[in-house]
């Protein structure tokens, strides 16, 4: 596996949308469980969606969600060009924060354990004002 890169931070008003990418060179064709967190200064930094590998890499393809952006965040991979998307509809300003993209192991997908992270990018800056 590559390295994880993240593009497409940025500054928006509340109500308005961002989409977040992660060249994931060669951990989407594999059983990783993919993720994006988000740090704020001062607070630990926090899962805010995962997906989980398909079936052909012994997994369940499931998406999981922090409760915050249930609704309005989306998660998908697009292996051919090896692309961890994440579409943020509905922006607010507790959004705010710098996001990672992150490769995991399949196990607990979804729960965002720290430790279970193998691999990090080097995060993006998302700015949502009131």
């Known amino acids: 596996q590559g390295r994880l890169v993240e593009s497409g931070g940025g500054s928006v008003q509340a109500g308005g949308s961002l989409t977040l990418s992660c060249l994931a060179s060669?951990?989407?064709?594999?059983?990783?469980?993919m993720n994006w967190f988000r740090e704020v200064p001062g607070k630990e930094r926090e899962g805010v969606a995962a997906?989980?590998?398909?079936?052909?890499?012994?997994?369940?393809?499931?998406?999981y969600y922090a409760d915050s952006v249930k609704g309005r965040f989306t998660i998908s991979r697009h292996r051919a060009n090896d692309t961890l998307i994440l579409q943020m509809n509905n922006l607010k300003p507790e959004d705010t924060g710098t996001y990672f993209c992150?490769?995991?192991?399949?196990?607990?997908?979804?729960?965002?354990?720290?430790?279970?992270?193998?691999?990090w990018g080097q995060g993006v800056q998302v700015t949502v004002s009131s």
């Open positions: 992150a490769a995991g192991l399949r196990r607990d997908c979804g729960t965002w354990e720290r430790a279970d992270i193998e691999a």
């Open positions: 060669g951990y989407l064709s594999s059983s990783y469980c």
């Open positions: 997906s989980a590998p398909p079936p052909r890499f012994h997994g369940d393809g499931r998406e």
